[in-house]
């Protein structure tokens, strides 16, 4: 190595905010699934807590469908 680095170019950022959103939503999806699996009683929650994880999960899919949707729009503006 010869000490000096280079930032990334314009295309290698995008590329790098498309994965990132894309992984983003694809953690959303699987989260959005587990608040409804949840709320429909399919996975084994108690039935005083059901309610309150399948709220927190839901509220956790929609921020990290937001931040996804923020980085791919980010990666086709670039």
């Given at each position: 190595?010869?000490g000096?680095?280079?930032?990334p170019?314009?295309?290698?950022?995008?590329?790098?905010s498309?994965?990132?959103?894309?992984?983003?939503?694809g953690?959303?999806?699987?989260?959005?699934?587990?608040?409804?699996?949840?709320?429909?009683?399919?996975?084994?929650f108690?039935?005083?807590?059901?309610?309150w994880?399948?709220a927190?999960?839901g509220v956790?899919?929609?921020i990290?469908?937001?931040?996804?949707?923020?980085?791919l729009?980010?990666?086709?503006?670039?």
């Open positions: 190595m010869n000096t680095s280079r930032p170019s314009s295309a290698a950022r995008a590329g790098t498309r994965a990132v959103g894309m992984a983003m939503l953690s959303a999806i699987a989260m959005a699934t587990l608040a409804a699996l949840a709320y429909a009683g399919v996975l084994p108690d039935d005083a807590i059901r309610g994880v399948a927190g999960v956790a899919a929609v990290d469908g937001a931040i996804g949707i923020y980085f729009r980010a990666a086709s503006q670039s």
